[in-house]
């Protein structure tokens, strides 16, 4: 397995199920960085289902905002699972925080993770083009992120109504 691998996927494609999948294949103890706020009863119901369809045999760890300090914790023996990049990037948007510099520590620290890495990130630029000027630049920088993290990955993989097409890399 590549020490970063990028799974992409519209909502619902079945991106996450394909990254799980990835990681539990490769017998290492699983770790999964949870992104996501529960802001709503709508959200609690989508986490906790997530949560569920995993299964107990996962450490999980809650990182929202410092996703770069949660890899950091990472011990080398596991395998990460990150889902996902589109809530955190998200999350910083709406924190105000400078989105570049956010992005450039993000990849440092999935370089510097001792564990292999899979991020799951949304692909939002094969819709409309969004009708108000903060959902136009939320899609622009989830396209610049995800090309920096394709960029860095050895394996990027879309999932398409559940089934995987490898962009880079190949399947282990």
């Not at 409309?128 to 630049?137: D, G, K, M, S």
């Not at 090309?147 to 999932?159: K, M, N």
């Not at 398409?160 to 880079?168: C, D, M, S, T, W």
């Amino acid at each position: 397995m590549p020490q970063l691998s990028i799974v992409l996927g519209g909502a619902r494609s079945g991106k996450s199920r394909f990254a799980e999948r990835l990681v539990t294949g490769t017998g290492r103890p699983r770790v999964y960085i949870a992104t996501a706020e529960a802001w709503d009863d709508e959200m609690r119901d989508r986490i906790a289902t997530h949560r569920n369809d995993r299964g107990a045999d996962w450490q999980t760890m809650e990182a929202p905002h410092d996703l770069p300090d949660a890899l950091a914790k990472v011990p080398a023996e596991a395998v990460v699972l990150v889902d996902c990049a589109t809530l955190w990037l998200t999350n910083r948007m709406l924190a105000e925080a400078d989105l570049a510099a956010e992005a450039a520590r993000l990849v440092t620290a999935l370089a510097a993770c001792p564990a292999p890495v899979v991020v799951v990130s949304n692909e939002v630029g094969w819709s409309i083009v969004p009708e108000n000027a903060l959902a136009r630049r939320f899609r622009d920088e989830q396209g610049r992120l995800n090309q920096r993290l394709a960029e860095e990955a050895g394996l990027v993989v879309a999932v398409i109504a559940g089934l995987p097409v490898v962009l880079k890399g190949q399947l282990p």
